[in-house]
């Protein structure tokens, strides 16, 4: 297996990063993960743009978007797999031990992961703890992800491949790599950007194509909402069967079966959408 690390492949046995880089130090680093079949990366523009938004709100330099599909480029054919996650890291580079940067400028990562469909619906849990829709990293795909570490890891303690936040006003918000979506009375919602959510690039993708609505809904719309689905890279659209104790039996229902039929037949048209 080969990876990109800053300027060219390397073996994945051979390649280093300074102990001292802030990405690890300090967790002062952003990333991407896209979807790659066959070789070939889903909406890789769309991570890209997301990828400078997320630099930008760190105060980090503009990635070299050129440099960066370089990479995935010679990444994709040095590793070819059926369905891969390619997993863009950037990072502020070897720096201090403490918050202040250093001056030897970002490191690039560029690597790819074999992984397999998801099943078409899945378990959540709900957790106590919040989304702060107000903090220094909302809305940036940072590599600060420890709170979803431990978020998931009480997930699947409890038998779910996904934990589900609220925000610091009692607002549905996200999962730890997911965005959700609930069905009202035959209508798709989920929450808006403002919530504190990640602005998901399948999230986008859907309610471009479903009609989804934007709205601020409470964390408690999960006890009755009729339908709820995730929504993520490679997760795609994926129905939700159980959230905590409550059950959704015959999920996906059919307001989430047209989702997920609408989003494999458009995304399956146009791999750069």
């Given amino acids: 297996m080969k990876l990109w690390l800053d300027s060219g492949l390397q073996d994945i046995e051979a390649a280093r990063v300074s102990v001292f880089d802030h990405g690890l130090t300090v967790g002062d680093g952003i990333f991407e993960t896209v979807k ?77 992961g ?64 997911s965005n959700v979506f609930v069905v009202l009375d035959g209508e798709i919602h989920t929450p808006p950007l403002a919530s504190g959510c990640l602005a998901g690039i399948t999230r986008a993708l859907t309610v471009e194509w479903t009609g989804a609505k934007e709205t601020d809904l409470p964390l408690d719309v999960l006890e009755r909402a009729d339908e709820v689905f995730l929504t993520s890279t490679l997760r795609d659209v994926q129905a939700v069967h159980r959230i905590d104790d409550r059950l959704l039996p015959g999920a996906p229902g059919p307001v989430t079966a047209k989702a997920m039929r609408i989003f494999a037949e458009r995304s399956g048209d146009d791999q750069d959408p």
């Fill in 114 to 177: 074999e992984t397999s469909r998801r099943p078409d619906s899945t378990a959540t849990v709900t957790v106590p703890w919040t989304r702060n829709e107000r903090g220094a990293l909302t809305g940036l795909k940072t590599t600060s992800y420890a709170e979803n570490v431990v978020a998931l890891a009480r997930a699947r303690q409890h038998g779910a491949s996904e934990a589900l936040f609220g925000n610091t006003v009692g607002q549905l918000c996200e999962g730890t790599g």
């Fill in 36 to 112: 790659a079949a066959d070789g070939k990366p889903f909406a890789l523009t769309r991570h890209l743009d997301r990828l400078t938004r997320s630099a930008r709100g760190l105060g980090l330099p503009d990635p070299d978007h050129d440099e960066v599909r370089r990479a995935c480029a010679a990444v994709l054919e040095a590793n070819p797999m059926p369905l891969g996650r390619l997993r863009i890291t950037y990072t502020g580079g070897h720096g201090p031990l403490g918050s202040d940067r250093g001056e030897h400028g970002p490191t690039l990562v560029v690597a790819l």
